[in-house]
């Protein structure tokens, strides 16, 4: 199921994570059953199918892939285990970075970073670069995480430099669980600026999952991550 992009302001940004924090995070949200005790629940086989050919899942293991996440069970992408290879794929504009596993499940992650021809400093819509007095700053970047089986993305701001590095706004978040359903839990800058000795800045995107296919977490979420050397995303699904 999609939940449908939207845009939070700050102020939203602060309520929703002040209601996030008021639950325990290894409980299942007022109204939710714990995902154990949930059954499986039908998934889009066409989108999910298109969507192990956009992302090269070799064709021979594909019908595998897709009867083990019809059946409900784990996919080695969501165990832990090391990947069987790594490699990047161009799609949608982007460099994704893709973790693949023997079972043909994977892991893509991407942060947009737009090329010196990409720079639209005006435009407050699509991803572009800012450079000058040693900080470069980013804006509106796509953050995103896929696996087979579901995709969150946001929007941040940031900017880096030698001395200071941080983010500064998240934006447009959106969540599809393509089987199951993933609802927002959290929607957060966790740790707005960069030091040396605090670790890097921090931007969360988190949902709780209702028998979503494939994934072992409850709370799946997906990471900005901003240190002296730049951004990167980071996902436990």
Not at 19 to 44: E, F, M, Q, T
Not at 59 to 72: D, F, I, T, V
Not at 141 to 157: E, N, Y
Not at 168 to 192: H, M, N, P, R, T
């Given at each position: 199921?999609?939940i449908?992009?939207?845009?939070?302001?700050?102020?939203?940004?602060?309520?929703?994570?002040?209601?996030?924090?008021?639950?325990?995070?290894?409980?299942a949200?007022?109204?939710?059953?714990?995902?154990?005790?949930?059954g499986?629940?039908?998934?889009?086989h066409?989108?999910?199918?298109?969507?192990?050919?956009?992302?090269?899942?070799?064709?021979?293991?594909?019908?595998?892939?897709?009867?083990a996440?019809?059946?409900?069970?784990?996919?080695?992408?969501?165990?832990?285990?090391?990947?069987?290879?790594?490699?990047t794929i161009?799609?949608?504009?982007?460099?994704?970075?893709?973790?693949?596993?023997a079972?043909?499940?994977?892991?893509?992650?991407?942060?947009?970073?737009?090329?010196?021809?990409?720079?639209h400093?005006?435009?407050?819509?699509?991803?572009s670069?800012?450079?000058?007095?040693?900080?470069?700053?980013?804006?509106?970047?796509?953050?995103?995480?896929?696996?087979?089986?579901?995709?969150?993305?946001?929007?941040?701001?940031?900017?880096?430099s030698a001395?200071?590095?941080?983010?500064?706004?998240?934006?447009d978040?959106?969540?599809?669980?393509?089987?199951?359903?993933?609802?927002?839990?959290?929607?957060?800058?966790?740790?707005a600026?960069?030091?040396?000795?605090t670790?890097?800045?921090?931007?969360?995107?988190?949902c709780?999952?209702?028998a979503?296919?494939?994934?072992?977490?409850?709370?799946?979420?997906?990471?900005?991550?901003?240190?002296?050397?730049?951004?990167?995303?980071e996902?436990?699904?």
């Amino acid at each position: 199921m999609r939940i449908p992009r939207t845009t939070l302001s700050i102020l939203s940004i602060a309520t929703l994570a002040l209601c996030a924090s008021a639950a325990p995070a290894s409980a299942a949200p007022p109204g939710h059953p714990d995902s154990a005790s949930v059954g499986r629940s039908a998934i889009d086989h066409a989108r999910i199918a298109r969507r192990l050919a956009d992302f090269d899942v070799p064709e021979a293991l594909r019908p595998g892939l897709l009867h083990a996440l019809e059946s409900g069970r784990i996919v080695d992408a969501a165990t832990g285990v090391a990947p069987s290879s790594i490699d990047t794929i161009r799609r949608d504009g982007l460099d994704h970075h893709v973790s693949r596993f023997a079972d043909g499940s994977f892991i893509a992650t991407a942060v947009e970073t737009p090329g010196a021809a990409a720079v639209h400093p005006d435009d407050v819509q699509a991803c572009s670069r800012y450079t000058g007095a040693g900080v470069t700053a980013y804006s509106h970047c796509l953050v995103i995480s896929d696996t087979p089986t579901l995709t969150l993305q946001f929007r941040a701001s940031y900017h880096r430099s030698a001395g200071a590095s941080g983010i500064d706004e998240i934006a447009d978040w959106d969540i599809q669980a393509y089987g199951g359903s993933c609802a927002l839990q959290e929607f957060d800058i966790v740790k707005a600026r960069y030091g040396a000795a605090t670790g890097p800045a921090k931007a969360r995107l988190r949902c709780f999952a209702n028998a979503v296919s494939g994934i072992a977490s409850s709370y799946p979420y997906l990471d900005l991550v901003v240190d002296g050397a730049g951004g990167h995303s980071e996902s436990n699904f």
